[in-house]
C-alpha cells in the first residue's frame, strides 16, 4: 500500500512531542554552532552564500599639515559558504507505541535530533585541517596548557580580539589539559556559561581562551587528532534550513516513517583568526 498522511489527532499528538523533543535536543547539543558566526539564508534562493570579508588596514603613519590622503583598498573578498541537506528517518510502529511505558516519540525525536546536532559539529570540526598555521606539538605528543597560551599569542600578533577566542579539542587530547586544570586548582564553573552544551563541555578558560571538547574532533589511525583555537569570525555557518522534523503514515507497515533533516554547509573565513593543533588522541 502506497504512504498515506495520517491527519488524525494521535497523529498530530506524535508530531508535536517528536518535533518538540528534537529542537530541544538539537538546541543543546550543537555546540559548535554557537562558537562560529552564523548566516540565515532561509527563504533565500540558492544554496551557496557569498560572505564578504574586508582586509585589516596596515600601520597608519603620522600626517604632516594639509597632506593628502591617498585612497586605501578595503575592497572585501567573497568566501563561498555552501550549504547541503543532512538528514536521518526513523520508524516508529503502533505496537510498539501502544505497548512502551515510554515516549516512543519524543526519544525518537531527541536521537534524530541528536544526529543533526553532531552532523552541524562535524562539518566545522573538518575545517580544522585547513588552518594555515599549527601550533601544536604534533603528531604523539600530549596538548598542554603551554600550547593554549601559544596559540593565544599567535591570535594576538594577529590583532584578533580574545573576547571570543576558543579552543575546541578532542575528548583525549583533553585529557592531560584536563589534568593540569584540575592541579592547579581551576574551577571551570565558576565561568558563565550559555547552556548545558557548553556545561558539559566546558573545560576552563587559560589565557582568554575558552576550552571545550567535542567528540567530533576526528582521530587519525595513528591516534592523533586536530584541534583548533579560533575566533568566533574565523569560521562562518549558513543555514539554508533549521531543525525540519516531518512524518508520514505508512500503514503497511502499520507505523509511522519520521524524517528529520536540516541544510547548512560551513567554511574559514579568516585564516589570521585560526589555529590548528595536531596533538596525540590516546590516553
Given at each position: 500500500?502506497?504512504?498515506?498522511?495520517?491527519?488524525?489527532?494521535?497523529?498530530?499528538?506524535i508530531?508535536?512531542?517528536?518535533?518538540?523533543a528534537?529542537?530541544?535536543?538539537?538546541?543543546?547539543?550543537?555546540l559548535l554552532?554557537?562558537?562560529?558566526?552564523?548566516?540565515?539564508?532561509q527563504?533565500?534562493?540558492?544554496?551557496t552564500a557569498?560572505?564578504?570579508?574586508?582586509?585589516?588596514?596596515?600601520?597608519?603613519s603620522a600626517?604632516?599639515?594639509g597632506?593628502d590622503?591617498?585612497?586605501?583598498?578595503?575592497?572585501?573578498?567573497?568566501?563561498?559558504?555552501t550549504?547541503?541537506?543532512?538528514?536521518?528517518m526513523?520508524?516508529?510502529?503502533?505496537?510498539?507505541?501502544?505497548?512502551?511505558?515510554?515516549?516512543v516519540?519524543?526519544?525518537?525525536?531527541?536521537?534524530?535530533?541528536?544526529?543533526?546536532?553532531?552532523?552541524?559539529d562535524?562539518v566545522?570540526?573538518?575545517?580544522?585541517?585547513s588552518?594555515s598555521?599549527?601550533v601544536?606539538p604534533?603528531a604523539?605528543a600530549e596538548l598542554?596548557?603551554?600550547?593554549?597560551?601559544?596559540?593565544a599569542?599567535?591570535l594576538?600578533?594577529?590583532?584578533?580580539p580574545?573576547?571570543e577566542?576558543?579552543?575546541?579539542i578532542?575528548?583525549?587530547?583533553?585529557?592531560?589539559?584536563?589534568?593540569?586544570?584540575?592541579?592547579?586548582?581551576?574551577?571551570?564553573s565558576?565561568?558563565?556559561?550559555v547552556?548545558?552544551?557548553?556545561?558539559s563541555y566546558f573545560l576552563?578558560?587559560?589565557g582568554g581562551?575558552?576550552?571545550?571538547?567535542?567528540?567530533?574532533?576526528?582521530?587519525?589511525?595513528?591516534?592523533?587528532a586536530?584541534?583548533?583555537?579560533?575566533?568566533?569570525g574565523?569560521?562562518?555557518m549558513?543555514?539554508?534550513?533549521?531543525?525540519?522534523?516531518?512524518t508520514?503514515?505508512?500503514?503497511s507497515i502499520?507505523?509511522?516513517?519520521i524524517?528529520?533533516?536540516s541544510?547548512f554547509?560551513?567554511?574559514i573565513l579568516?585564516?589570521a583568526?585560526?589555529v590548528?593543533?595536531?596533538?596525540?588522541?590516546?590516553?
Open positions: 500500500m502506497a504512504n498515506e498522511i495520517d491527519t488524525a489527532n494521535s497523529a498530530g499528538q508530531f508535536e512531542n517528536i518535533t518538540q528534537a529542537q530541544f535536543v538539537l538546541n543543546e547539543n550543537a554552532k554557537q562558537l562560529v558566526t552564523v548566516y540565515d539564508m527563504g533565500t534562493p540558492g544554496l557569498s560572505v564578504p570579508v574586508y582586509p585589516k588596514l596596515g600601520a597608519l600626517l604632516a599639515a597632506a590622503l591617498s585612497n586605501s583598498d578595503i575592497a572585501a573578498t567573497a568566501v563561498d559558504i550549504a547541503a541537506e543532512f538528514g536521518a526513523a520508524t516508529i510502529q503502533d505496537i510498539v507505541i501502544e505497548s512502551s511505558p515510554l515516549s516519540a519524543q526519544d525518537a525525536g531527541s536521537v534524530l535530533g541528536s544526529g543533526i546536532a553532531q552532523a552541524m562535524e566545522i570540526v573538518d575545517l580544522f585541517t588552518a598555521t599549527e601544536g604534533g604523539g598542554t596548557v603551554e600550547h593554549i597560551l601559544k596559540a599569542a599567535t594576538r600578533t594577529n590583532s584578533v580574545m573576547n577566542v576558543v579552543a575546541v578532542h575528548p583525549k587530547q583533553a585529557f592531560n589539559l584536563k589534568k593540569t586544570l584540575l592541579n592547579s586548582g581551576t574551577n571551570p565558576a565561568n558563565a556559561l547552556n548545558t552544551a557548553a556545561q576552563g578558560r587559560v581562551v575558552d576550552i571545550y571538547e567535542s567528540a567530533s574532533c576526528d582521530v587519525d589511525g595513528s591516534d592523533d586536530i584541534g583548533a583555537v579560533f575566533h568566533r574565523a569560521i562562518g549558513v543555514m539554508k534550513r533549521d531543525l525540519r522534523i516531518a508520514q503514515r505508512d500503514e502499520r507505523g509511522f516513517e524524517i528529520g533533516s541544510a554547509g560551513a567554511g579568516d585564516q583568526k585560526i590548528k593543533m595536531t596533538a596525540d588522541a590516546a590516553l
